[in-house]
C-alpha cells in the first residue's frame, strides 16, 4: 500500500475511533460555583477558598483549569455574555413578525424580564466594571465586548424604525443601564413600567410604519 493510502486509512480510523470530549465536570462546577457567588457577593469580596470550598474542589484541580483567578473572572464574564446573547435570540425567534419597532419592543420586553427574575442583583456587567476602572484589564475588555455587542443588537433593531437609529440605541442603552441600577432599589414592577414607558416614548418620536 502507498505511504498516500496507508495515510488516508489512518485518518479514517482515527476518526471513528475518536469521541468528543466532554466538558470538565470540576471546570463546570468552579464556574457555575464562582459566577453565583461572583453575581450576589461582588468579584472582589470572594476569595478562591470559598469558591473552592463551595464547589468541593481541590485547588489543584481549580489551577488545572483557571491559571488564576483573573482567568476565572473573564471566563465568568464571557459566560455571562452569551448567556444573554442565546437569550436574545430566543427571544428574538420567538417574537412574532409585525410593526417596525417589534424588535425594539422585544429587546425592551426582554430587560424588563431580566429586572423581574427572582434574585436579580442588577447588571452582572455594570457591577463587573464597577470593580474593574482601567481600560486594558482583560476582565473591562471582555464587559465592553458584551456592550458593544449589546449596542450593536439595539442599533440594528432601531434601524428599522429610524434614520435616527444611533441616537436612538444610544438612548435605549442609557435607559435600560438606568432601570438596571433603579431596579435594586426601587420596586421591580414600577421600575419595569417606567423603563418600557421610556421606550415608547422614545418610539413615539419616530415616523415608522405601524402596520
Same mark, same amino acid.
Given at each position: 500500500?502507498?505511504?498516500?493510502?496507508?495515510?488516508?486509512?489512518?485518518?479514517?480510523?482515527?476518526?471513528?475511533?475518536?469521541?468528543?470530549?466532554?466538558?470538565?465536570? #470540576?471546570?463546570?462546577?468552579?464556574?457555575? =460555583?464562582?459566577? @453565583?457567588?461572583?453575581?450576589?457577593?461582588?468579584?472582589?469580596?470572594?476569595?478562591?477558598?470559598?469558591?473552592?470550598?463551595?464547589?468541593?474542589? *481541590?485547588?489543584?484541580?481549580?489551577?488545572?483549569? $483557571?491559571?488564576?483567578?483573573?482567568?476565572?473572572?473573564?471566563?465568568?464574564?464571557? *459566560?455571562?455574555?452569551? @448567556?444573554?446573547?442565546?437569550?436574545? !435570540?430566543?427571544?428574538?425567534?420567538? !417574537?412574532?413578525?409585525?410593526?417596525?419597532?417589534?424588535?425594539?419592543? *422585544?429587546?425592551?420586553?426582554?430587560?424588563?424580564?431580566?429586572?423581574? =427574575?427572582? @434574585? $436579580?442583583?442588577?447588571?452582572? $456587567?455594570?457591577?463587573?466594571?464597577?470593580?474593574?476602572?482601567?481600560?486594558?484589564?482583560?476582565?473591562?475588555?471582555?464587559?465592553?465586548?458584551?456592550?458593544?455587542? $449589546?449596542?450593536?443588537?439595539?442599533?440594528? #433593531?432601531?434601524?428599522?424604525?429610524?434614520?435616527?437609529?444611533?441616537?436612538?440605541?444610544?438612548?435605549?442603552?442609557?435607559?435600560?443601564?438606568?432601570?438596571? *441600577?433603579?431596579?435594586?432599589?426601587?420596586?421591580?414592577?414600577?421600575?419595569?413600567?417606567?423603563?418600557? #414607558?421610556?421606550?415608547? @416614548?422614545?418610539? !413615539? =418620536?419616530?415616523?415608522?410604519?405601524?402596520?
Amino acid at each position: 500500500m502507498l505511504d498516500a493510502e496507508r495515510s488516508i486509512h489512518y485518518d479514517r480510523a482515527m476518526a471513528a475511533t475518536t469521541v468528543p470530549q466532554r466538558p470538565s465536570e #470540576a471546570r463546570e462546577r468552579l464556574l457555575r =460555583t464562582a459566577s @453565583g457567588l461572583f453575581y450576589t457577593k461582588g468579584i472582589h469580596a470572594v476569595g478562591i477558598d470559598e469558591i473552592l470550598s463551595r464547589a468541593q474542589v *481541590t485547588r489543584a484541580t481549580f489551577y488545572r483549569h $483557571f491559571p488564576s483567578k483573573d482567568d476565572l473572572i473573564v471566563q465568568y464574564i464571557r *459566560t455571562a455574555d452569551q @448567556g444573554i446573547r442565546d437569550a436574545v !435570540a430566543t427571544a428574538t425567534a420567538a !417574537a412574532k413578525p409585525g410593526a417596525a419597532d417589534s424588535g425594539v419592543r *422585544t429587546l425592551a420586553d426582554f430587560v424588563a424580564g431580566q429586572i423581574k =427574575t427572582p @434574585g $436579580f442583583r442588577g447588571c452582572a $456587567f455594570l457591577n463587573a466594571a464597577a470593580e474593574y476602572r482601567e481600560l486594558e484589564d482583560p476582565i473591562r475588555q471582555a464587559i465592553v465586548t458584551h456592550r458593544s455587542w $449589546f449596542y450593536d443588537t439595539v442599533l440594528d #433593531a432601531f434601524s428599522r424604525v429610524t434614520d435616527r437609529a444611533p441616537q436612538a440605541a444610544a438612548h435605549f442603552v442609557m435607559l435600560r443601564d438606568g432601570a438596571m *441600577t433603579e431596579g435594586c432599589f426601587v420596586d421591580r414592577d414600577t421600575v419595569t413600567a417606567t423603563f418600557l #414607558a421610556g421606550v415608547d @416614548g422614545m418610539l !413615539a =418620536t419616530f415616523d415608522y410604519d405601524r402596520s
